[in-house]
Nanobody
Framework: QVQLVESGGGLVQPGGSLSLSCGAS????????MGWYRQAPGKQRELVAI???????NYTDSVRGRFTISRDNAKNTVSLRMNSLKPEDTAVYYC?????????????WGQGTQVTVSS
């Protein structure tokens, strides 16, 4: 009922920057929260950053100060600006949304976009 599509992944050098975007489409009443998770090979999926509809944000410690999450509520999009990238940031980045649909609140995931930080 809700589709999330990520874009902006790619290959960057350490210290470089990259921006990710995610747009929500489908049939929903509203989106309460949107965020980004990532999963590196052999590792568990972890929270990167999340933003709720009030604008309040939360970041995992490893990216705080380097990454910035933003949201356009009118367009139902969320972006992640990643600066000072490190090799350990390499992962598949997934967009996540908590949306209110006809049945109630539900969680949805995008298909993921690869971010590789390497020289």
């Amino acid at each position: 009922q809700v589709q999330l599509v990520e874009s902006g992944g790619g290959l960057v050098q350490p210290g470089g920057s990259l921006s990710l975007s995610c747009g929500a489409s489908g049939r929903f009443v509203s989106i309460y929260a949107m965020g980004w998770y990532r999963q590196a090979p052999g590792k568990q999926r972890e929270l990167v950053a999340i933003i709720i509809n009030s604008g309040r944000t939360n970041y995992t410690d490893s990216v705080r100060g380097r990454f910035t999450i933003s949201r356009d509520n009118a367009k139902n999009t969320v972006s992640l600006r990643m600066n000072s990238l490190k090799p350990e940031d390499t992962a598949v980045y997934y967009c996540k949304a908590e949306a209110l649909v006809a049945y109630g609140p539900r969680y949805y995931w995008g298909q993921g976009t690869q971010v590789t930080v390497s020289s």
